[in-house]
């Protein structure tokens, strides 16, 4: 496989049985209130649309995880060698210390993110231990799950952590999860995310799938706070639910000619067999920007070099100046 480019994919899930970190989460939200009997009804009237977005991308059915997650390591070693990926972060992975078993498996391959509630008591202190211990590269948390507002005081302590280690934090806002999904969020609007950006000026923020429908807010937030980028993972099918025309071509645009290259960052979101990677994702949004007309140095910038950047991988040079991560300060950093 020659795409002429290196990648590094900064956003894939592990699948592990039952993520019970992310269920937890989910419960609180009230992402299912009314039980069973409630999941059960919308589970049917959203089948269909679930069914139309696999078919319309030749999806095959997801299969369930493998029964050892040494398996499903294993397995997603050998895709991302055979589809020519070079790195590749799990961002959630049935816990902080299951996701890092997982990339100590294959190093050289896999990287992964703290993905625990940021409300649990002594939230900031096992990001630290999940960072200088067990070697994660940062945080993931999604915003329309959380218990209280992003920029509450009760979480300072999380963020100044995240800031000081130099690593980044991978913030979902807007719809959560796709057809039966969560629409709303109690907390974690593109307000409260610009109001914690602004106030930790050294945190990365990456804030994925363009956004979602926050897409204007997310844009004008990265205008005024240098240090939000945008995650272009996933189908991105949410365009097709705006009241007007939006295409992936016009978010690469948009974000390209705003944001700039330094802040765009390819990812995937790649998480089930017998999909696999999901190579259709990197094909399109490769496409498009060769498009645009981007340069190389701009490609190896977005779909390589801003992750390894805010990852803190040394073993490249840096691609462009930025704010790197304070490498020398993660003395538990594998
Ligand atoms: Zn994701």
């Known amino acids: 496989m020659d795409r002429g480019l290196d990648i590094?994919?900064?956003h894939l899930h592990f699948r592990i049985g039952t993520d019970e970190t992310i269920h937890a989460c989910e419960d609180a939200a009230g992402m299912h209130p009314g039980g069973e009997h409630e999941r059960a009804v919308r589970a049917a009237g959203s089948a269909p649309y679930a069914k139309a977005w696999?078919?319309?991308?030749?999806?095959?059915?997801?299969?369930?995880?493998?029964?050892?997650?040494?398996?499903?390591?294993?397995?997603?070693?050998?895709?991302?060698?055979?589809?020519?990926?070079?790195?590749?972060?799990?961002?959630?992975?049935?816990?902080?210390?299951?996701?890092?078993d997982v990339v100590d498996r294959h190093p050289d391959l896999l990287l992964g993110f703290a993905h625990h509630d940021p409300y649990s008591p002594g939230a900031a202190a096992e990001l630290e231990r999940a960072v200088t211990e067990r070697g994660l590269r940062g945080l993931k948390l999604f915003a329309p799950l959380l218990r209280g507002p992003l920029d509450h005081a009760d979480l300072d302590p999380l963020w100044s952590t995240a800031q000081r280690l130099g690593v980044p934090v991978l913030i979902h806002i807007g719809h959560y999860g796709s057809a039966g999904g969560l629409s709303f969020g109690r907390y974690g609007g593109p307000d409260e995310l610009a109001r914690m950006a602004r106030r930790f000026p050294e945190l990365n923020v990456v804030v994925p799938h363009f956004g979602v429908q926050h897409v204007q807010d997310l844009l004008f937030a990265a205008w005024?706070?240098?240090?939000?980028?945008?995650?272009?993972?996933g189908s991105n099918q949410w365009v097709r639910w705006m009241p007007y025309k939006l295409t992936l071509e016009d978010l690469f645009r948009r974000c390209y000619e705003t944001i700039g290259p330094q802040r765009i960052v390819y990812g995937s979101d790649s998480s089930w067999f017998p999909r696999g990677y999901v190579t259709r994702y990197l094909d399109d949004q490769l496409r498009v920007c060769r498009e645009l007309g981007m340069p190389d140095d701009h490609l190896r910038t977005i779909f390589a070099g801003n992750a390894e950047r805010l990852l803190g991988l040394t073993d490249r040079p840096a691609e462009n100046p930025g704010a790197g991560p304070r490498a020398a300060s993660r003395p538990g950093r594998k």
């Open 8 to 10: 590094v994919d900064f």
């Open 54 to 100: 696999r078919q319309a991308w030749s999806f095959p059915d997801p299969e369930p995880p493998a029964p050892r997650w040494q398996d499903e390591a294993d397995r997603w070693a050998d895709e991302l060698r055979a589809v020519g990926v070079r790195r590749a972060v799990f961002v959630t992975g049935g816990g902080n210390d299951t996701v890092a």
């Open 224 to 233: 005024g706070c240098p240090n939000i980028h945008v995650d272009t993972s």
